[in-house]
């Protein structure tokens, strides 16, 4: 069996070491609600031209750990290194220095139309959202709340990854969507990363996921149990989804070298 276990491998050792070409770490990094730690010790990096994907059964933690890489949750301990700076700040100063984050909702302002979606964005970005998605040119003047699920997430999307985007983090990219539209934000995710773009997406989709990224970081219960390379987890995609993917951790499964334990946020 080529997965991990207890005392091999990929669960202790990051696929990746930091340089210049590092957009964002987490080191160490513990956050949560009020007193309850929803994540443990997270070691991610994320790295110029490379898409990473997140996977995880729910509640894992997956969300918590993309918000606090945002800014938007506060890290109980350890830190986030972005920009070279291990400082915290708010999404909105992250999001001046590049840094994309498209939650669940896709963030898509219902009331407003398509365009006026996009003019929220720089003029750049609008361009380019509509060369991402030619589609989007012919809803400009659609409320945001009559597009489609799929179109929203392309709006979102193309606004996010659109101008001076240097990461895009993204939650639950194609949570209801049709096959046909993830494959489209998925390739255009893939393209923008041969220009540069660094991402991490949560995605349920695994296998189709697969296709599109580099690495794969898989989350239980609050911590990274798994740390692979795309083309690994291609070959051991079965046992993936049975052991690391199912609600349930299965007993025994550890992270770096420590037993997991149930966090007090609930978890998976
Ligand atoms: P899903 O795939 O279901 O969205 P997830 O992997 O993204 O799950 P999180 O949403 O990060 O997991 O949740 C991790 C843990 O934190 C869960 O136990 C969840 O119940 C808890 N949690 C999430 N949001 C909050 C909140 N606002 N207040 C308190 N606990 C929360």
Do not use: C
């Not at 340089?19 to 010790?41: F, H, V």
């Not at 945002?70 to 291990?86: C, F, I, P």
């Not at 599109?212 to 987890?233: N, P, W």
């Amino acid at each position: 069996m080529g997965l991990p276990h207890e005392e091999s491998s990929h669960m202790a050792k990051p696929q990746t070491r930091s340089d210049d070409l590092t957009l964002i770490r987490a080191e160490r990094l513990s956050a949560g609600y009020g007193s309850n730690l929803a994540i443990r010790d997270i070691d991610l990096e994320i790295r110029r031209g490379e898409v990473v994907a997140l996977f995880g059964p729910n509640g894992a933690g997956k969300t918590t750990t993309l918000l606090t890489l945002g800014g938007e949750l506060r890290a109980a301990t350890g830190r986030v290194v972005w920009n070279n700076s291990g400082k915290w700040e708010p999404l909105h100063r992250r999001a001046r220095q590049g840094f994309a984050f498209v939650p669940e909702d896709g963030a898509v302002f219902g009331g407003l139309t398509a365009h006026q979606n996009l003019m929220v964005a720089r003029r750049a970005e609008r361009d380019s959202a509509m060369h991402v998605f030619p589609e989007l040119r012919d809803l400009l003047h659609r409320r945001g709340g009559l597009l489609s699920g799929g179109e929203q997430r392309m709006l979102a999307v193309g606004r996010a990854i659109g101008g001076p985007t240097r990461l895009l983090v993204a939650d639950e990219l194609s949570l209801g969507l049709a096959p046909r539209t993830v494959g489209v934000i998925l390739k255009a995710i893939r393209a923008a990363a041969e220009r540069g773009l660094g991402a991490l997406i949560v995605e349920q989709h695994v296998h189709r996921a697969l296709g599109f990224v580099d690495r794969v970081y898989v989350m239980q219960r609050g911590r990274i149990t798994l740390d692979m390379t795309a083309a690994e987890a291609r070959k051991n995609i079965d046992e993936i989804q049975a052991q690391y993917l199912t609600a349930e951790a299965p007993a025994g499964i550890t992270a770096n070298g420590n037993n997991v334990e149930p966090t007090e946020g609930g978890g998976a």
